[in-house]
């Protein structure tokens, strides 16, 4: 099968095209064509090591995707495809199911076929989606319900979304507005409008005003896009309020802290934890129409560095999806 490969940590050049053998499913897995995928942040930190957080960061990813080289030569962590052959003790699956969900760390969404083990984050494709719409239902919606758990229940409570528009960011102010939250989303002017219209009761450009200096409160502020800090939050938290970070080392050691000491605190899930039944949570949420997958760009997968240049631009809205399939979009 095709896929795209990298045997080298470095900048988007390193992946290249291979003809690789096709898995074969094991016993309670699922051999899935994969139509779209997507290429997102995650893909980007380990082909490159997380070498632009400096040498600790650097370390610390290559113990998890290989020290030398990376362990599994095929990025790509979301997927929506069409199950075409499963092992023996698969109950869930058969062959022809419309399927979507995330390999996390596994990766392997980059190539014309992967395997999932049932049990994993994969589930039936919401009635009426395309392939190119589901491949972005999971990374920043799994990334932000993680963080948003940790401060439940949202309901009636105040929160400050910062970095609305990306992929983590977009999602949070669709699952904090399904939780209840009165929501805050700040974003940059051309992303406004787009914001409003995800449910956000107000939104603050961040070019024109610093949320830090007008003077209101939040019971939780989550920093979707690594931007910001609990340091310059801390006069914007209620007093017990919470500090929510998607990024930042400084944040683990805070999270370890904060919650003996002080009364504002940064809560962190480690480890952090996506489940099977988070995706199924997902599915349902987009079937009452109350999410949906912000898409930025499309490309083939032919364009897959090129699409990798942008997303490290870090100024994409939302997702980017990858074609495998031309006609995806059906
Ligand atoms: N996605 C993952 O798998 C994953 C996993 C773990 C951790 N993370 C971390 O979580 C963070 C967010 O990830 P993501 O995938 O959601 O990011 P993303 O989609 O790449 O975020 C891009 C968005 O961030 C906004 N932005 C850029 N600079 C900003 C600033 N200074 N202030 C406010 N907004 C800003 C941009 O909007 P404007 O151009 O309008 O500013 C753009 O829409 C990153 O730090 C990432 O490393 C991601």
Redesign the pocket.
């Known amino acids: 099968m095709r896929a795209v490969v990298y045997d080298t940590y470095g900048p988007p050049e390193v992946l290249r095209f291979e003809d690789v053998e096709r898995p074969v499913p094991k016993d309670d897995e699922v051999l899935i064509k994969v139509h779209a995928t997507t290429v997102?942040?995650?893909d980007v930190?380990i082909r490159e090591a997380q070498r632009r957080y400096g040498r600790v960061a650097s370390m610390l990813s290559r113990l998890i995707s290989g020290v030398r080289r990376p362990r599994q030569p095929i990025l790509g962590?979301e997927f929506a495809g069409e199950v075409v052959a499963v092992g023996p003790s698969v109950k869930e699956f058969a062959v022809g199911d419309r399927v979507f969900g995330s390999s996390g760390l596994r990766f392997g969404a980059h190539a014309e076929f992967m395997c999932m083990r049932e049990n994993y984050r994969i589930a039936h494709m919401p009635a009426g989606m395309s392939f190119e719409e589901a491949a972005p239902i999971c990374?920043?919606a799994l990334?932000a319900l993680m963080c948003l758990k940790e401060a439940l229940p949202l309901k009636g409570r105040r929160i400050l979304i910062?970095?609305?528009?990306?992929?983590?960011?977009?999602a949070g102010v669709q699952l904090a507005r399904h939780f209840g939250a009165d929501v805050t989303a700040?974003?940059?002017?051309?992303?406004l409008e787009l914001v409003k219209s995800l449910g956000a009761d107000r939104v603050i450009d961040?070019t024109q005003e610093d949320f830090t200096k007008n003077g209101q409160t939040y019971d939780v502020i989550f920093d979707?896009?690594?931007?910001?800090s609990f340091r310059r939050s801390k006069g914007s938290l209620e007093p017990h309020g919470v500090y929510l970070p998607?990024?930042g080392f400084e944040n683990l050691f805070l999270a370890l802290w904060t919650p003996r000491f002080s009364g504002k605190k940064v809560v962190f899930q480690i480890p952090p934890r996506q489940t099977k039944q988070d995706v199924l949570f997902l599915k349902e949420l987009v079937e009452a129409g109350e999410y949906r997958p912000v898409i930025d760009r499309r490309y083939p997968l032919e364009k897959v560095i090129e699409a990798t240049r942008y997303?490290e631009t870090?100024?994409?809205?939302?997702?980017v999806v990858l074609n495998v399939i031309s006609g995806s979009a059906r």
């Open positions: 997102n942040r995650m930190h962590t990374d920043g990334n910062y970095g609305a528009s990306g992929a983590i960011g977009s700040v974003t940059s002017t051309k992303n961040y979707a896009v690594g931007k910001h998607t990024d997303v870090e100024r994409k809205t939302g997702n």
